[in-house]
């Protein structure tokens, strides 16, 4: 056995992990990506209405968020979150008959791409306005404290939502509540069109944390190790009742904002570059797979969502005489 097996397997075991973890984690990974591309092609055909935001490159970060995590514990997504759905568990058939609009869907086919919600996995759901779901983790939060539990609520958001008052005024209650909250930061460098550097006057958005009195982390959000590690120590200083934390997940999107987005404000060469540090092949380097074996594991994640497309094409449309189901309490 090479001493690079060697490395790997104790860079694991340090962190309890096993290598079929390991294994299945990169496998939920190329998952993501192959329900991303399928999604992409999809609205090419037409076949899906409104928009939809891509999370292709972005893997590590709604992987590596997910994996400390208990299934008790609650997710608050973002509108870029079908990777999140998918890291914490959620069935992928279910997940494209929602996508698709169809009856079987998590909500029937009522939220579509950007609001999907699973309550009964305590998946309170994604939402299209930006900065939507911090406030609401303050809600969650102070049930969980009300209830005397250990459980946690992890809010997720992008580096443009970080400009919104929602984030200060819930960030502030969270701290001098001393909330378990965990609010997760997708700096994917662009909100929308706007870069980071443009829109901020701070190196790291997670310096904001200083403001608040609680810890603020920044980490590789392409590297699916380093992210755990970081949403580990906020998970159990939360579990322990000691407050909230802010993580900032450095990463990039391969695709634009939305469907209708021209990018027009990067370079090919930016892309590219990011495009290096791919998260699924730099985990699987890390694992030492050869090219032979990941080509295998992506045609079987392929298979899977080829299997959830099958699931959602044959299910039926809604029926327009429910229209109203849901709408008033």
């Not at 380093?226 to 695709?255: N, S």
Request: hydrophobic share 40%; net charge negative.
């Amino acid at each position: 056995m090479s001493s690079a097996v060697n490395t790997f397997q104790d860079e694991l075991a340090r962190r309890g992990l096993s290598i079929e973890q390991a294994h299945a984690m990169l496998q939920t990974m190329m998952e993501i990506r192959a329900f991303e591309e399928m999604a992409e092609e999809l609205f090419a055909r037409g076949l899906v209405h409104g928009t939809m935001h891509l999370s292709i490159g972005q893997e590590a970060s709604a992987v590596g968020l997910s994996a400390p995590l208990r299934p008790d514990d609650y997710l608050l997504n973002t509108h870029r979150g079908h990777g999140h759905c998918l890291a914490w568990g959620s069935d992928p058939k279910l997940m494209m008959a929602e996508f698709m609009g169809k009856e079987t869907g998590y909500c029937r086919g009522r939220g579509g791409s950007m609001h999907i919600a699973d309550v009964e996995s305590n998946n309170l759901g994604a939402n299209g306005i930006v900065a939507g779901g911090i406030p609401i983790s303050v809600g969650v939060g102070l049930s969980i404290k009300l209830r005397k539990t250990d459980q946690v609520v992890t809010s997720i958001f992008g580096d443009g939502a970080a400009n919104e008052g929602a984030f200060h005024e819930s960030l502030n209650m969270a701290s001098i509540w001393n909330l378990p909250v965990i609010y997760y930061c997708e700096n994917n460098q662009y909100a929308m069109s706007m870069s980071v550097e443009r829109a901020f006057n701070v190196e790291k958005i997670s310096q904001r944390a200083a403001a608040y009195g609680i810890p603020g982390k920044t980490v590789d959000g392409n590297d699916l190790l380093a992210v755990r590690d970081v949403v580990a120590e906020a998970v159990d200083r939360a579990r322990a009742g000691h407050g909230p934390t802010l993580i900032e997940a450095l990463t990039y999107r391969y695709k634009g904002h939305s469907k209708s987005d021209r990018q027009l404000y990067r370079t090919r060469d930016e892309v590219k570059e990011w495009q290096s540090r791919d998260p699924i092949l730099r985990f699987a380097a890390f694992l030492e797979i050869d090219s032979e074996t990941r080509k295998a594991k992506q045609a079987e994640a392929r298979q899977v969502i080829e299997d959830a497309l099958t699931f959602a094409t044959e299910s039926p449309e809604p029926d327009v005489s429910t229209i109203l189901e849901g709408v008033y309490a």
